[in-house]
């Protein structure tokens, strides 16, 4: 009798670990992992990781994007249909692929929520139940599937906005990505380049008021706004909410980063290595972000003679900017483009032979990224290896650091509108820093607010349709000019790290897709898989 009353012992505390309700916490689990175009591979380190974190008495495990599938495999998640009356597909592998069966047995097994991102394949050349198909053939998608602690697919969620992704569809419907859970969280979900746009970045959380938001991701960091830990942070910091982002690792060609964020506290645990690396990062959770109540990892740094193995790319856009170079000493003055101004008060402490130079910059404008123009409106503070705009941003090292006894930043900008059709804000700005470790300053080292003059109350857009039509974005634009907000964000003590501080806005109501007008080619295709071949190219374990 011994043996049974162990195993149900064993069942009784496990159930004791799982986080409930009435929990103020939950514990989470986000897996950097190492980009491999071995599927079996994959799916034996996946489980390994799952097992990993469950033993940390993880609640919920997220991959990252494309890194259980390689470039080529790919399979159906029939939610609307089989999925219905079998949800659990380590019950029934006769009906589904043995990769979705593999993932539900291990979600079973170690009773916990799992979110993975595959490429997913819907054959419409015959009938699909409940999906949209436009055409007769078959459609690949990237995205991705929630397993509850049984094992069930609860939830399905395809990428809105690809990143040149010639062999991918967008999703049809764009549905948006939310699951329950039986600890008491909601989450909302999405897809890498979707953090850089309103549907879904911002609208699944303020549209269903969400604390929680889980992102996987394949990202390719650009300095000096966009490099992977620090758009995770910002991301957290201005929507308030808990951030479950989960990186690909890909140094060579600038993949890595990963975190678990918690509103204004920042980072509880994250990473960006710059060696190949696959680690599982666990962390207690609060419901309520940033009441963080213990003490918690924050930020995993690298030896500094791995830094330089993670590529990143710079923004070749910022000697276009309006631009200022800083000097020695006490300096306080303002730059304006259009009708975004900046004033820039700051003090450095240069050292006689550090070759850093440090540059004030604005933007008001746009920036394009894979076809698709976005609205910008930014103030930056930026280091550049000599006075020469282009050579900005500079990632310096310890030897040529400058002192910056005091820096602040005022910006007199845009004001937000509220979009009526899609239940979200219209603009919103971040607060953005990198050190020439590759991290963000903490929340605990700068302050972050804005005021709003005679904001009116904007209606924006009308019907079924959430694009604005030129009208509409004209009187917008006018709204918005006359209504101003003015954003302050400063250091509070002295930084020596720092390769760029700033003040991104983004402006939604300016971005124009314009891959919408024309169709993909057979030259794009080969292109990507070009592409592909070259993310793919390894076959580490």
Aim: glycine share 4%; with cysteine; aromatic share 10%.
């Amino acid at each position: 009798m011994l043996f049974p009353v162990l195993i149900f012992l064993s069942l009784v505390l496990s159930s004791f670990e799982r986080s409930t309700p009435q929990d103020d916490h939950y514990v989470a689990a986000v897996v950097e992992y190492i980009v491999n175009r071995n599927v079996e591979s994959n799916k034996a380190n996946y489980e390994a990781a799952i097992k990993e974190a469950a033993d940390q008495n993880a609640d919920i495990v997220v991959f990252p994007e494309l890194t259980l599938t390689n470039g080529t495999t790919s399979f159906a998640v029939p939610i609307f249909g089989l999925l219905t009356q079998y949800p659990i597909p380590a019950l029934r592998p006769d009906l589904y692929d043995d990769l979705l069966v593999s993932m539900s047995a291990a979600a079973r097994q170690n009773s916990v929520y799992l979110v993975i991102n595959v490429r997913e394949s819907v054959d419409c050349t015959v009938p699909q139940q409940g999906e949209e198909c436009p055409e007769a053939k078959v459609y690949v998608f990237n995205t991705n599937v929630v397993f509850d602690r049984n094992g069930s697919v609860i939830d399905r969620y395809r990428k809105i906005n690809l990143f040149g992704e010639f062999t991918h569809t967008p999703a049809l419907k764009p549905d948006l990505g939310v699951f329950s859970t039986d600890f008491g969280v909601t989450f909302g979900h999405f897809i890498c380049f979707d953090l850089m746009f309103q549907v879904p970045a911002i609208q699944v959380a303020q549209k269903h008021n969400l604390k929680d938001v889980i992102f996987t991701t394949m990202w390719f960091s650009e300095m000096p706004y966009l490099t992977a830990v620090q758009i995770q942070e910002a991301y957290a910091y201005t929507m308030d909410v808990n951030f479950l982002a989960s990186g690909a690792n890909n140094v060579r060609v600038g993949s890595a980063g990963s975190g678990i964020y918690s509103g204004k506290a920042g980072a509880l645990v994250s990473i960006m290595p710059g060696l190949p690396t696959t680690k599982v990062l666990v962390a207690k959770v609060p419901k309520v972000p940033g009441q963080v109540t213990e003490i918690y990892p924050g930020p995993i740094y690298d030896k500094p003679s791995d830094h330089d193995s993670l590529v990143l790319i710079q923004d070749p856009s910022l000697a276009a900017h309006v631009t200022r170079p800083l000097v020695q000493g006490f300096q306080e003055f303002t730059l304006t483009d259009k009708d975004v101004s900046c004033t820039f008060r700051v003090r450095l402490n240069q050292r006689s032979n550090t070759p850093v130079q440090y540059r004030a910059l604005v933007q008001d404008g746009t920036h394009s990224y894979a076809r698709r123009d976005i609205g910008v409106a930014a103030c930056l503070l930026v280091a550049c290896k000599s006075d020469d705009a282009s050579s900005c941003p500079y990632r310096f090292n310890k030897i040529e650091e400058t002192v910056i006894e005091s820096l602040e930043i005022e910006m007199n900008t845009y004001s937000n509108s509220y979009n009526e059709t899609l239940d979200c804000e219209n603009i919103e700005y971040f607060p953005l820093s990198m050190r020439y470790n590759k991290f963000p300053l903490s929340p605990t080292n700068y302050t972050f607010y804005m005021t709003t003059k005679d904001e009116p109350q904007e209606k924006c857009g009308s019907g079924e349709s959430n694009v604005l039509s030129v009208f509409q974005n004209t009187i917008l634009a006018k709204e918005n000019k006359d209504s101003r907000s003015t954003i302050q964000y400063k250091i509070e003590r002295p930084q020596s790290e720092l390769v760029a501080f700033g003040i991104w806005g983004r402006l939604y109501t300016r971005d124009v897709d314009h891959n919408t007008r024309r169709k993909v080619t057979d030259e794009d295709v080969a292109k990507f898989n070009t592409i592909l071949d070259r993310i793919y190219a390894t076959d580490d374990v």
